[in-house]
C-alpha cells in the first residue's frame, strides 16, 4: 500500500503534470505527499561567471541567491500544500541543496517513501527515450529503493 509519495517539483509544466498525477494516487489511498524541491548548486568557479571581475564576484558573494530560490520555493509549496488540503490530501515540502538525484534518493530513502513522481520533458521512444533522460532522472530512476514513476 502506498503511504508516502515524494514528489520532486522545479516549478515547471512537467512538474506540475507529475504533481497532478500524485494526488490522483494519493486522494484514494489517503497517502501523504511530499514536495521536495533541490537546489543545485553553481558548480562554475566564480571567475568564469564574472571574468575576474573582482567587483562583481564580491557582489555575487554578498547576494545569497539559494536563499532567493528557497524563499520562492517556500512560497510556491505553500500555494500547492493549501490547494491539496482542499482536496484532503495530507502534505508538507522540502527544500534540499546539492546534487539533485542524490538529494532526491536521500531524502526517500530516509524517509521511507513508497513512491517517487518525477517529471521529464523528453519525449522519445525506444533505447533513446532512456539515454536522453536527464543524469537525474535516469539515476533516480536506476537507484531508488521505491517505484519510480517518470511522467512527460
Request: aromatic share 2%; proline share 3%; charged share 30%.
Amino acid at each position: 500500500m502506498i503511504e508516502k509519495i515524494l514528489v520532486t517539483d522545479d516549478g515547471t509544466e512537467v512538474s506540475n503534470r507529475a504533481l497532478k498525477v500524485a494526488s490522483e494516487i494519493a486522494r484514494p489511498c489517503a497517502a501523504h505527499i511530499t514536495l521536495l524541491h533541490v537546489v543545485e548548486p553553481i558548480e562554475d568557479p566564480n571567475t568564469m561567471i564574472f571574468e575576474n571581475n573582482k567587483e562583481l564576484i564580491e557582489k555575487a558573494k554578498i547576494m545569497n541567491i539559494g536563499t532567493i530560490i528557497e524563499d520562492s520555493w517556500d512560497k510556491r509549496a505553500e500555494e500547492i500544500i493549501a490547494e491539496l488540503g482542499k482536496q484532503n490530501i495530507k502534505s508538507d515540502s522540502a527544500c534540499l541543496t546539492g546534487d539533485i538525484a542524490e538529494k532526491i534518493l536521500e531524502y526517500a530513502d530516509t524517509n521511507k517513501v513508497d513512491m517517487i513522481v518525477m517529471g521529464s520533458s523528453k519525449r522519445l521512444k525506444g533505447i533513446s527515450k532512456i539515454k536522453a533522460l536527464s543524469s537525474a532522472t535516469r539515476k533516480v530512476s536506476e537507484l531508488a529503493k521505491c517505484p519510480v514513476l517518470i511522467i512527460h
